[in-house]
């Protein structure tokens, strides 16, 4: 039986990794942004985004650089490049005016278009600003690109300083480091740098992650120039020192013993007799994260343990009008039953047991025609579970003519209600079982606070919600579901810890492939297990008889 399983895992995964896949780094630099005002700085930032299906997905963002025309940015964008699909991008430049750094009241100054391809060719791609309105601007986007090559080991580095001089008349210093990457042809790569620690000699700056690959291509000798400035909310930062380091000097610092390195003012060595330096920086903490692939764990057993729920609202329609949602049609599947099966089927592929629990929300259910929004598609509240797709398409079949249709819809209650089966799996601190919660709604969702707090305490566990909105409504509200400033947020204005929700418009669809439903909804899931398991440290576990004769590539 296990094998069955490790068979079509490695058919379906045709979808996930496609044979040449590898990952690629994006670094970012801008050239040129004329001021918007000329009283002010413009405060930039870059969108990525990608074409998917027609449509212009945000993939990510930089961060926002202040007071700063010309912005080296610290963000890397990671994507997976495709060999043989034309992945296009556009990168979109934004002048941030507002302080919580959303794109709402934001100023677009223009937009670069190209593929991932064209960039992986050269290398680095320069090209100007085309502004709204599609007239050239002065501005150019410079886009650089490395794959990561076998050694996707990540660092995770934690530094602090002491003693920095004192650059500020009327307070202290405002310290940030840079960290630079000196490459084989001389030239500095920024590959880091740390947010600024105000009013602080003594600054201690956030734990951060970079790929061994960035840091130091993975060369352990290669030398790292290392810069700390005083911010100025100008842009114009004064110098306090430097210092160069290589990562093999930073590996002392895994057993938590620290590393200093004397921060150096060139000038003032030459000009002040007795000059010691300007500062001491720590290296506390250096931690090699091995990655793994979504295939290790697969392999190592951890199941995807795959539940449905639907909606059957007052807004889907009767389902005994053919105009409704939920219309069973003799000889042709509905909208709901097309999304089930298309996500269904390759998700069945990772479940060793085959069952499916699925619910519904938003009906009245016998016998009291109570409203619910979180009942058994098949009325069994002690075993939810449909045995395998076709089950589920059968329960759903089977319990509409029972069913009053009604509302409000009501997302939250079955988000808890998995969130609360993934948190019991969060003690067993091993990669066992992870969950996918496929929703499938036509509509607006009613507790949108509610839902909210529940996909930020979701984030927290081994668990992802695919949304699929079925039917011709207004969706722009579930897109809200990936965040405003690309950052999802609880009522309370807790963050997400990780980006869980996927969600898509049935009707991009229509005319496509069932596949291609299915690859554009399950794309972020194996991404979304390994961050889940590589944040938490958790290995795969080994079965030593599949490690040893893995067929297929990584």
């Given at each position: ?12 995964l045709g979808l996930f990794s496609s044979p040449c896949l590898t990952k690629v780094e994006l670094r970012l630099t801008c050239k040129g942004i004329s001021d918007r005002d000329a009283l002010s700085k413009p405060d930039p930032c870059i969108v990525l985004n990608m074409k998917s299906h027609g449509q212009w997905m945000e993939v990510d963002r930089t961060e926002v650089i202040r007071s700063c025309v010309n912005p080296t940015y610290s ?480």
């Open positions: 039986m296990k094998n069955d399983i490790y068979e079509s895992a490695a058919n379906s963000k890397v964008f990671t994507l997976d490049f495709y060999f043989e699909e034309v992945q296009r991008l556009r990168f979109e430049l934004y002048d941030i005016n507002s302080s919580h750094n959303g794109l709402k009241e934001a100023d677009f100054l223009g937009s670069v278009e190209c593929t991932l391809g064209q960039i992986i060719s050269q290398r680095k791609l320069s090209k100007a600003l085309l502004r709204p309105g599609g007239t050239v601007g002065k501005a150019i986007i410079t886009i650089t690109a490395e794959e990561l090559t076998g050694n996707d080991d990540y660092v995770e580095l934690s530094f602090s300083a002491r003693k920095l001089d004192d650059k500020d008349f009327f307070s202290k210093s405002d310290p940030f480091l840079e960290i630079y990457r000196l490459n084989d042809d001389a030239t500095l790569q920024l590959v880091y740098r740390t947010e600024t620690v105000m009013n602080n000699l003594n600054p201690v700056w956030k734990t951060f992650k970079v790929s061994l690959n960035s840091l130091c291509s993975g060369d352990h000798e290669r030398k790292l120039q290392c810069t700390v400035w005083d911010w100025d909310s100008n842009g114009k930062h004064d110098y306090i020192g430097e210092f160069e380091a290589t990562f093999k000097e930073m590996r002392g610092a895994i057993d938590g013993r620290q590393v200093q390195w004397p921060c150096i003012n060139p000038k003032y060595k030459v000009k002040k007799k007795n000059y010691k330096n300007s500062g001491i920086v720590i290296l506390n903490q250096c931690k090699i994260i091995k990655m793994h692939s979504f295939l290790d764990y697969i392999m190592g057993g951890c199941q995807i343990q795959f539940t449905v729920a639907i909606d059957f609202t007052a807004s889907n329609g009767d389902p005994r009008n053919s105009c409704s949602l939920h219309y069973i049609h003799p000889y042709q599947p509905n909208e709901y039953l097309k999304a089930l099966v298309a996500v269904g089927e390759i998700c069945q592929d990772y479940d060793s047991d085959k069952m499916f629990p699925a619910f519904g929300f938003g009906a009245q259910i016998p016998p009291d025609y109570k409203v619910s929004h979180d009942f058994a598609v098949n009325f069994n509240e002690e075993n939810p579970e449909c045995a395998g797709i076709q089950g589920v398409v059968e329960a759903y079949q089977a319990c509409l003519p029972k069913l009053q249709l009604y509302g409000p819809t009501n997302i939250a209650p079955i988000i808890q209600k998995v969130a609360k089966t993934a948190s019991q799996e969060v003690h067993t601190k091993e990669a066992m079982q992870y969950f996918i919660l496929l929703i499938l709604t036509d509509g607006v969702i009613t507790d949108m606070a509610d839902t909210r707090e529940a996909i930020v305490q979701a984030s927290h566990l081994p668990m992802s919600i695919i949304i699929v909105g079925v039917g011709n409504a207004d969706f722009s509200d579930m897109q809200m579901l990936d965040g405003d400033d690309g950052i999802l947020r609880s009522p309370k204005g807790e963050p997400v810890l990780r980006d869980i929700v996927q969600f898509v418009p049935f009707r991009n669809f229509k005319h496509a492939s069932p596949a291609a439903l299915a690859k554009s909804v399950l794309a972020e899931v194996p991404n979304q297990v390994v961050d889940y398991y590589n944040s938490k440290g958790i290995k795969p576990k080994v079965s030593s008889e599949y490690q040893s004769s893995r067929p297929f590539g990584p």
